[in-house]
RNA sequence: GCCGGGAUGGCGGAAUGGUAGACGCGGCGGACUCAAAAUCCGCUGAGCGCAAGCUCGUGUGGGUUCGAGUCCCACUCCCGGUACCA
């Protein structure tokens, strides 16, 4: 007997490969390095080791990676391919919370799982540099970095981060002021407070996401449009705190360039400008009337500027109060005022009104424009024009300047707020003559403008930021909506920020030897929640012993930071650390870094859509800072990017919505009913929210892990969605039955091979087959690279011994997708070395042509018959052969061409 | 609204401007079997036709071309991102 046994091989060739250590990879200078071979870095985006372990649908990325790093090793590179965890996280905490079990022995556990889980699909990670980001070992390295952030600050004129000791060294020197003052003339607590405010991380005071009941201020993306809590639907409120925030805007300009340097998916590319938001305008500042103080607002058509009828602000604008006279001053109309008998009622009950607004409220208010008058007027910079000062909700205080000059004629929210309070609207474009919109935002010529009168809109910005600039009214800038990004968190899980906080307010690093700053035991993980939106946030830290929290240095009593770092700073590093995870000296070593990380970077990774922007735009900031301060050769981590799709499956919900077991659903006739009700199939997402999960452990049993990634990869393109159907999973095991039962013989067990080479068609076949798969797998193109297989292997049906040459092939073809079925075979055909390494097979390009081929015969464009040629036929033979055809005369009506259009041997088209 | 991406048989999907539907699932028919499963063979876009064959056919409508799923213009619908960003 010698069926397949695919249980039996898979857990063989498994444990083999594990004992042997095959997909172990030595860095430079290691025994057994080869540097004559060119290397591969080929990584998966990590995942958070959850408590459900994985489904069907985790794993389709991994098997991807998989097929191409088993690729290259073939192909005689030194490939790097890890695995590791992203292993901080809120779950583990609410776990701990939950069941008193500390979150690092959650974690291990979960760990563990995945790991097995992991192998059971027979991916070739080099498991020996493995990371998880609770290691210490490993945080240390992530408050390391942090710690290099902190000591550093960004030249502008450099456009690069440089330590802060230069700094210091400049201003000491007089190179530099600290703000126009000379370092000399600063007091010491203000030198003190002016470096600190250069450094890459820094304390500020700004506007948060604070969730009482989740004890933790919150990302913009962990909060939902109504303005709640993404997990437990907790109200959540802005206010002001002060917080750790990293200096992204810095980068702002090279993170947009530099994607220039990377072959990535145009829609990432994309999304990541306009979450960098870069706009080009300019700053106008408007002076007010009986004030000193003038404002300033940003705007990005400056060209308009003759246009500009009156002027909003946000509600919170810290001007709005200065400004506010105490009576309605003439001229104002009654539309301007809420009714309100004077204006600072009257913008007091416009702030009560807008501020309890949520953002969801502010949206599906259908862009009603409302506003009240502050009662002042302000003076238009370019013809004197009084203009009456609006604050409005539809400014926003968090961009540019919180402030607008309002042009109704070109900008439609300017022309509803207009139309609804009354103000004058002037045209400074010329709309084309069918214009018979509102607001004109497109090209033409400046009307009513004076100096700019027929200048078309590029060369009116730069005439009119020309004029700001020479008097003193303002100058051309750029603004981004990118904010620094908010770095701390109150949460337990997470890397301890490693700052010390002096008595008088001075942050000093803790000493690199003292790293890793592990996180202190606690009794209870809970953060410090609350029901009182006016609680301040404190860090869960704060629960920990004063042997933890205090430190003394020279008799003074120093606080440790008691705020942790959020989820995202693990990861935005960790493809570093796979370099050489164990080095307890350095980060990162310099020369296996540039191996690994040569030319651009990770030569391919893959993962979901979904980080097109958090992750990938912080650490493409994180490799930025350390590419600036020399610790890693390339300007860019990432050079090639691939987003994979996502399994999809059928989910069942009940009659009031909520989803059922998949599982469990049965289905009569096209209805569809669970324990008895009925229920709606819907379709989505694989995963535990929809209930809809397989768990691979099932089909690994019925059908082997060999099917399971051969139909994963089938079903449709890597980078394309595509519904799981357990039924269509036969066809690939189908696929793997036959091609064992072609190798060997199923009653004695015995190799079908011969010794003898293929011929003729099957040769030609085999020869097309190497190269088609081989470009299928340089492109990620794997569906139809199994396709191909799948012909060559019903194309051995019918052969009584497989060919040597054939023999030799169809395994190494197969192997990188189906390795355990390929390596048995290799085996039982007597290779000594594993075909991990077996040499990917080349095609030779004299058995890929053919003597005879079919030609079309088109008559007016449409095909009217097919005849076998020689390949080397010429143009008058064809037409001989196509004119002397029952098909084509029947069309021709045995007219004369009137023309003939031959791409030989493959098509003639003749038109009469 | 704006920015991406997409639409091909009953289903998943293939197709450097050159034979549309490779490959697989499902379906139909047959072989083997007491029977079933497994396996093997054949057919399977729609319509018309006894047949040879003909007509139609890649979301819709136009266009370029000897020839368009593929290129151009206009539109419909679906998916993703984003949203009062001045």
Not at 3 to 9: G, L, N, Q
Not at 865 to 872: G, L
Request: glycine share 8%; hydrophobic share 40%.
């Amino acid at each position: 007997m010698a069926k397949y046994d695919f249980r039996e091989i898979e857990s063989r060739w498994q444990r083999t490969w594990d004992e042997r250590g095959t997909y172990r990879v030595p860095n430079p200078g290691d025994p057994g390095f080869d540097d004559t071979k060119p290397k591969k870095y080929i990584l998966d985006m990590f995942p958070y080791p959850s408590g459900k372990g994985l489904h069907v649908g985790h794993p389709l990325g991994y098997i991807g990676t998989d097929i191409y790093s088993r690729y290259h090793r073939m192909r005689g590179a030194n490939v790097l391919h890890p695995m590791g965890f992203d292993s901080f996280g809120l779950p583990a905490e609410q776990y701990a919370v939950d069941t008193g079990v500390h979150p690092a022995v959650f974690t291990e556990r979960n760990i563990e799982n995945y790991r097995r889980q992991m192998k059971a699909f027979g991916f070739s990670y080099d498991w020996d540099r493995s990371v998880a980001t609770t290691d210490p070992g490993y945080f240390r390295w992530t408050q390391w970095i942090f710690l290099q952030l902190f000591s550093s600050w960004f030249d502008d004129e450099l456009n690069k981060a440089r330590p802060i000791s230069e700094l210091v060294n400049e201003l000491e020197a007089g190179h530099r002021s600290a703000d126009g003052i000379m370092w000399q003339n600063l007091p010491v607590a203000d030198r003190r407070s002016y470096l600190d405010s250069q450094r890459l991380a820094y304390i500020d005071e700004v506007p948060v996401n604070w969730c009482p009941a989740l004890g933790t201020v919150l990302a913009n993306e962990e909060v939902t449009a109504d303005g709640r809590s993404e997990r437990g639907d907790h109200p959540v409120y802005r206010r002001p705190l002060r917080q750790w925030m990293l200096r992204i805007t810095a980068y702002a300009d090279r993170l947009i360039d530099e994607l220039d340097l990377v072959d990535w998916p145009e829609s990432v590319r994309i999304m990541q400008r306009n979450w960098i938001g870069r706009s080009e305008g300019a700053h106008i500042v408007f002076e007010v009337e009986g004030h000193v103080s003038p404002i300033r607002v940003f705007t990005t058509r400056p060209d308009t500027v003759f246009g500009a009828t009156y002027m909003v602000l946000a509600p919170e604008h810290p001007m709005v109060d200065e400004i506010i006279p105490p009576a309605w001053p003439d001229g104002t109309k009654p539309s301007w005022t809420l009714g309100i008998a004077n204006p600072s009622d009257a913008v007091g009950a416009y702030r009560m009104a807008t501020s309890r607004k949520s953002d969801r409220d502010r949206q599906v208010d259908e862009r009603q424009k409302s506003g009240v008058f502050t009662g002042t007027f302000a003076l238009n910079p370019l013809n004197g024009e009084r203009i009456p000062i609006f604050i409005a909700d539809y400014v926003l205080m968090g961009y540019g300047t919180g402030a607008i000059m309002a042009v109704p004629g070109q900008d439609p929210r300017d022309w509803e707020f207009a139309e609804s309070f009354e103000l004058p609207i002037i045209r400074t474009v010329q709309p084309p003559q069918d214009f018979d919109g509102d607001a004109y935002t497109g090209e033409g010529p400046a009307i009513n403008s004076g100096f700019l009168d027929g200048l078309d809109v590029a060369e009116a910005k730069s005439r009119i930021i020309r004029w700001l600039e020479i008097n003193g009214h303002g100058e051309g800038t750029i603004t981004y909506k990118l904010r620094d990004w908010l770095f701390s968190r109150q949460r337990y899980w997470g890397e301890p920020i490693p700052i010390l906080h002096g008595p008088d307010g001075e942050l000093r690093a803790v000493p690199e030897a003292d790293l890793p700053l592990e996180l202190p035991e606690v009794e209870d993980y809970r953060p410090h929640a609350s029901d009182d939106e006016n609680a301040d946030p404190t860090p869960t830290l704060a629960k920990a012993p004063d042997d933890w929290k205090y430190v003394e240095i020279d008799g003074i009593r120093w606080e440790r930071e008691l705020n942790t770092m959020p989820q995202w700073a693990g990861s935005c590093w960790y493809y570093l650390r796979y370099i050489d995870p164990h080095n307890d000296a350095v980060l990162v070593p310099p020369e296996a870094e540039r191996y690994w990380m040569g030319e651009h970077g990770v030569d391919l990774y893959v993962g979901g859509v979904e980080h097109a922007v958090l992750h990938l735009l912080y650490a493409r900031f994180w490799h930025k800072v350390l590419f600036d301060l020399g610790h890693v050769s390339t300007p860019e981590p990432f050079g090639r990017l691939f987003n994979q799709g996502y399994i999809l499956a059928d989910a069942f919900q009940d009659e009031r919505g909520v989803y059922v077991e998949a599982d469990e659903v049965v289905e009569v006739d096209g209805t569809y009913t669970h324990k008895g009700e009925d229920v709606t199939r819907v379709y989505g997402k694989m995963g535990k929210s929809l209930k809809n999960s397989v768990n691979p452990d099932d089909i690994f049993i019925e059908y082997g892990v060999d099917t399971l990634r051969l139909y994963e990869m089938f079903i449709g393109p890597l980078d394309t969605s595509r519904p799981w159907s357990t039924r269509d999973i036969v066809g690939v095991h189908r696929f793997l039955q036959r091609l064992w039962r072609n190798f060997v013989d199923e009653e004695t067990g015995d190799l079908l091979v011969s010794d003898e080479l293929s011929t003729g068609d099957l040769q030609v076949l085999l020869h097309r087959t190497i190269d088609a798969v081989t470009r299928d797998m340089e492109n990620l193109h794997f569906n139809t690279a199994v396709a191909r297989l799948f012909e060559l292997n019903n194309a051995l049906v019918s052969e009584p011994l497989v060919p040597a040459d054939v023999a030799s092939v169809v395994p190494r073809l197969l192997a990188p997708l189906a390795p355990h079925i390929a390596e048995e075979l290799w085996f039982r055909m007597g290779k000594a070395e594993s075909i991990v390494t077996a040499p990917w097979p080349v095609f030779d390009e004299n058995l890929i042509s053919v003597e005879t081929t079919t030609m079309v015969i088109q008559v007016n464009g449409k095909v009217r018959d097919r005849i076998e040629v020689p390949v080397a036929i010429t143009e008058s033979e064809a037409v001989a052969l196509a004119l002397v055809s029952a098909k084509v005369l029947a069309h021709t009506g045995g007219a004369e061409p009137r023309k003939v259009v031959a791409r030989l041997p493959n098509v003639l088209s003749i038109v009469v």
